[in-house]
């Protein structure tokens, strides 16, 4: 890198406390999460069309590879790897029900739009789902397989509401 | 949606037994992966010396390189090295993507990286190695290139004017291939025909856009004089081969690993220069080297597809018998036909299937492929379908509205009938266990047509433009030898399938089909142990490693299920009869007493069995336990291709409901319905989810994606956001269901369904539309039908 410069940074991942760690000014959020291994995080476009990268900062679904790593500094931050909570165990459960994934590449920023769905607690039906996917690119399903898992995991979210 | 098919093929045995899994819609547990973040893509290998490369590309379509200097980048940080096609060449022979038997093609060696002359806009020019990527990417721009630019040939039609710049000086023009397939007397037939329907249909460019962009490590082991290749492709073997030929390494030295493949669709079954170039780098610097394209790489070097201007007649007599089909089809390439399976496939798949559901007696039907300065063209999903099933389709409604008959009426008079098969199609092409009548009677039945038209009706009085469109299909799958390799290509129509059982009783299955997420691992899984009695969980994989799998094709052309399948059915079977051999020495019984389920051999009267474990561990690890001779084999490999046929056709017939913005041009697909009929099915839900998934594809080349080029060959929209493909908001639920009839080349009687959406729905969609354009008198011609045509068409603009 012609010019880089580096900067040290403080930030969690999953839970995960980073202290002063030095990360490259000029590389996005995508690229430093997948060079720590956390590969579950998919670059498709690198212009925040696709979605795939889409990961979760301080409670909200960005576009990982529209943020530079040097600005998560005391950030939050939640990738495909740590959705472990009984929320989003379930919703993976729906997902493979319902073959709501093929090559699976699209999966880990689709899961993370529907947790940010889910995190609304409230009920839409499918064009509202299809409407709220639709920053989430899949070229396997068609989609509708995704509707019918989003619509089960909303059902099932706000059931006891 | 059906949850249960059970299937109707009595060859596989009795649906109530225990571990009866074909038919069944089981879950894909394996793909839990994918959403644990755990998949395994090719970006996601490190390893240990690994670098990176980037390649310098033309910026121009056409365009002569004077002159290179790389001194300057070769100083930039981070830069191991900078090879141009004279290094490259020094290790890896050049191609060229012709066949021998379907005429004549002409195509120039090709190598991996453009000399003298770059011929699109994206070819590779340099590649540059570096630590990461990011650095090779800022030493490309310090590369100078002396470029001299020449004019481009751009458009198709001209190609072969005579004051048209030819790209390959040594072919004299601009045809890459020409075929003519005739049957019966055209001329005559027009003759006697009482109506005559013609057409002209445009079909633009558009491309695959797998989610996951190509990409490859190579591995030289110099110590070992082998190459490891992690590659996100289809066909392992394939690469295997082609690699140890062009590098000149002995085959068993070359070792193809495809794991997870961010989507696949044709786009990753073909031989690319950059990742040559990466091979290249790797076996020149002996350390493992890693290209993975960009979005903006891939629109610009990832194989294009259709690119087709087809203009077609059908002759039919006063009853609505069609008597005549003539089509003359002209589609352009890019400047090199792709290797190894050549440029002209689709062209030949539109001459093979255009009219393939009708008797049509008479029929013509002329090819024409010419050179371009654009990006490659090749096969991608439903190869040459969407422009054959388009003419076809288009001409059968408007001879159908031309002598006042119902579109459904002229289809059901002019079918084969499905109980006269085998036959042909007009072309020649043989077909049998097709369906097209109970296809298309299921579809009217689930579309409740009249239902349908009076909504028309009642939307066209309030202004609104409802329109109804229907058609019906082929779908080529299965490929036999007759497809590539009589013309010479070492693509395996074959396919291999080894099954073990292990001493823990677990159950070891290896297949050459490779999994791109449409199931192929679940439906292997299925079908061991469905033949072999075993439960699902006792049963491990192994898929995509040409070091641990049986020979094969790969996946492609819809063949996993029905070849792959086959083989998978036939190694079990073997296995099954070995195991029962083993036990009857064992159990002191005849072999016709015993039998396997719920992983134990059973005795068919009652009695004490033994379990696959027991017997497994008897035969490791306490032969003396056995009697002396018995050769007890607790492994078997079997393979399968298709004989005596092209192609294991399957049919499909297709309806929707569109409605037309007369104020925005924008569709709106309402309602969409898929009858297809693959045989036998072995997970109903996944067969489902592939047509579903193909339909998505169709509606995007119908409506939405096209490569758009400037009259001096750059492409104008190669990112995400410009290239529009289909998003969740704009598709609609597509509705699907089933006529089976079993393919009578195998046992497991399965034909393929990844093709028939993406080749039927931009044919059903055009018609829809102009369905509803017909009460205006206007009519859509060219796809994509974008908001723009069909406000041109409507005479708004």
């Keep these: ?161 | 949606m059906v949850d249960i098919t059970l299937n109707q093929n009595s060859k596989l045995g009795s649906i109530d037994r225990p571990n009866s899994y074909i038919g069944r819609s089981l879950t894909r547990d394996g793909a839990i992966r994918h959403l644990e973040g755990g998949g395994k893509f090719v970006d996601d290998l490190i390893l240990p010396r690994m670098v990176n490369s980037a390649f310098l590309r033309s910026p121009y379509a056409h365009a002569e390189i004077k002159s290179i200097n790389i001194s300057d980048a070769q100083k930039y940080p981070g830069v191991i090295d900078i090879f141009l096609s004279e290094h490259i060449d020094t290790v890896c022979k050049p191609w060229i993507g012709v066949l021998s038997h379907l005429g004549e093609m002409r195509s120039p060696e090709q190598s991996p990286l453009a000399k003298k002359i770059a011929r699109w806009q994206g070819e590779a020019i340099a590649i540059v190695i570096a630590n990461t990527r990011a650095q090779a990417e800022d030493a490309i721009e310090a590369i100078e290139v002396d470029w001299v630019e020449k004019e481009p040939q751009i458009n198709m039609e001209t190609a072969l004017d005579k004051d048209t710049v030819v790209i390959h000086k040594e072919l004299g023009n601009n045809l890459f291939w020409t075929r003519t397939v005739e049957q019966g007397d055209v001329k005559k037939a027009f003759k006697e025909s009482s109506t005559i329907v013609e057409a002209t249909l445009d079909f633009a460019r558009h491309t695959g856009v797998t989610l996951e962009t190509r990409g490859i490590v190579a591995d030289w082991d110099k110590s070992e004089k082998k190459m490891s290749i992690y590659h996100n492709g289809q066909a392992p073997h394939m690469m295997q081969h082609i690699i140890a030929k062009h590098f000149d390494i002995s085959e068993g030295l070359v070792r193809v690993i495809s794991k997870d493949v961010g989507g696949s669709f044709g786009i990753k079954v073909h031989v690319y220069g950059d990742e040559m170039a990466a091979i290249a780098a790797s076996k020149i610097l002996g350390r493992p080297v890693k290209f993975v394209a960009d979005r903006l790489e891939s629109f610009t070097t990832d194989i294009h597809a259709r690119c087709h201007k087809i203009s077609g007649k059908l002759g039919v007599d006063k009853n609505g018998k069609f008597l005549s089909m003539e089509i003359n089809d002209l589609s352009g390439i890019g400047p090199y036909s792709m290797y190894p399976r050549t440029s002209a496939i689709e062209t030949n798949q539109v001459l093979n299937l255009s009219g393939s559901p009708y008797i049509i007696p008479n029929y013509k039907a002329v090819g024409t492929v010419v050179f371009q300065n654009k990006t490659p063209m090749c096969q991608y999903r439903a190869v040459g379908h969407p422009i054959a099933v388009a003419i076809t389709e288009v001409l059968v409604d408007k001879a159908a509205k031309k002598i006042g008959m119902k579109v459904e009426d002229i289809r059901k008079i002019n079918f084969i009938p499905d109980d006269q098969y085998p036959n042909k199609t007009p072309s020649g092409v043989p077909l049998e266990d097709l369906s097209h009548q109970a296809t298309m009677n299921k579809l009217l039945k689930i579309m409740n047509v009249p239902d349908l038209e009076k909504q028309k009706k009642l939307d066209l009085e309030k202004g609104i433009l409802t329109g109804i469109g229907i058609i019906s299909m082929c779908e080529v799958t299965n490929p036999s030898p007759l497809f590539y390799g009589v013309g010479g290509a070492h693509i395996s129509s074959q396919d291999g399938a080894s099954i073990r059982l292990e001493g823990s009783g677990a159950v070891h299955v290896s297949s050459s089909i490779t999994e791109q997420g449409q199931g192929t691992e679940a439906i292997m899984k299925q079908i061991a142990a469905d033949q072999l009695g075993v439960s699902m969980d006792t049963i491990r994989l192994t898929l995509g490693d040409t070091d641990a799998t049986p020979y094969g094709g790969g996946t492609w052309a819809s063949r996993g299920a029905g070849i792959g399948g086959e083989a998978v059915l036939k190694a079990a079977r073997t296995l099954k009869n070995n195991i029962l051999k083993i036990a009857s020495a064992i159990m002191q019984t005849d072999i016709d007493t015993i039998d396997i389920a719920n992983n134990s051999v059973i005795r068919k009267n009652g009695g004490e069995g033994i379990s696959l474990k027991k017997l497994a561990e008897t035969v490791y690890y306490r032969g003396h336990e056995i009697p002396q001779g018995t050769n007890p084999e607790l492994i078997a490999t079997s393979s399968f291709y298709i004989e005596g046929i092209p192609f294991v056709f399957t049919n499909s017939a297709m309806g929707c409901q569109v409605t037309v913005d007369q104020d925005t041009g924008l569709i709106k697909i309402n309602k969409f319905w898929v009858i297809e009929d693959c045989g036998t099915q072995i997970n109903p839900k996944l067969v489902e989810e592939q047509i579903r998934g193909g339909v998505i594809q169709g509606i995007g080349g119908a409506l939405y994606e096209e490569c758009v080029y400037d009259d001096q060959g750059n492409m104008q929209n190669a990112t995400m956001a410009d290239y529009l493909v289909p998003m969740a908001c704009e598709m609609p639920d597509i509705i699907v269901d089933h006529v089976i009839t079993n393919s009578g080349r195998s046992i497991l009687g399965a034909k393929g369904a990844g093709e028939a959406g993406t080749g039927g729905a931009p044919a059903v969609i055009m018609n829809a539309i102009n369905d509803a354009l017909s009460s205006m008198n206007k009519e859509v011609t060219s796809q994509p039908i974008t908001p723009e045509k069909i406000l041109k068409a409507i005479g708004k603009i």
Aim: glycine fraction near 8%.
């Design chain 1, 1 to 161: 890198m012609q010019g880089s410069k580096n900067i040290t940074i403080n930030f969690i991942i999953n839970d995960e406390i980073f202290n002063n760690i030095t990360v490259p000014v000029r590389q996005h959020l995508g690229d430093f999460l997948r060079s720590i291994g956390l590969t579950g995080t998919h670059i498709g476009c690198e212009q925040g069309a696709c979605g795939a990268c889409t990961v979760e900062l301080d409670g909200k679904a960005v576009r990982s590879c529209l943020i530079l790593s040097s600005q998560i500094n005391g950030s939050v931050i939640k990738t495909v790897e740590g959705l472990d909570d009984t929320l989003m165990k379930k919703v993976k459960e729906i997902f493979l029900k319902h073959n709501a994934l093929q090559c699976g590449f699209c999966s880990s920023g689709m899961l993370i739009t529907t947790k940010e769905i889910l995190n609304k607690k409230k009920k839409l039906n499918r064009e509202q789902i299809r409407t709220e996917i639709s920053g989430n690119y899949c070229r396997c399903t068609g989609y509708q397989s995704i509707v019918d898992a989003i619509e089960e995991a909303i059902e099932d979210n706000i059931k006891d509401i």
